[in-house]
């Protein structure tokens, strides 16, 4: 089993910055792919980034690339989301999640084996 907790949400005014931390524990080892997804009141969960846990290779979705980065500390396994120029639309729960495997299916919630209690990011206009 593995256990992810997140942190770092909040409430942030449009064009601002935060970065939400996802830290991982338990079978640690057995991770392949980490993921962060958000939903929206309304609307179906969506895609945001994921990263590869052994070689840092990432993914961002179109909708967040140029502001969005993802990046992991192997050490701390914690994964972390950094989130500049923030929008009202960017307004969602975020949630990370992991695989028991580097899944070529990364941008599929349901792929993922593992979640996270999500935190709230609130972006005002």
């Known amino acids: 089993q593995v256990q992810l907790v997140e942190s770092g949400g909040g409430l942030v005014q449009a064009g601002g910055s935060l970065r939400l931390s996802c830290a991982a524990s338990?079978?640690?080892?057995?991770?392949?792919?980490m993921g962060w997804f958000r939903q929206a009141p309304g609307k179906e969960r969506e895609f945001v980034a994921a990263?590869?846990?052994?070689?840092?290779?990432?993914y961002i979705a179109d909708s967040v690339k140029g502001r969005f980065t993802i990046s992991r500390d192997n050490a701390k396994n914690t994964v972390y989301l950094r989130m500049n120029s923030l929008k009202p639309e960017d307004t969602a729960v975020y949630s990370c999640?992991?695989?028991?495997?580097?899944?070529?299916?990364?941008?599929?919630?349901?792929?993922?084996?593992?979640w996270g209690q999500g935190t709230q990011v609130t972006v005002s206009s």
């Open positions: 338990g079978r640690t080892f057995s991770i392949g792919t």
């Open positions: 990263i590869r846990w052994s070689s840092g290779m990432a």
């Open positions: 999640a992991a695989a028991e495997r580097n899944i070529a299916t990364y941008f599929r919630f349901d792929d993922y084996d593992y």
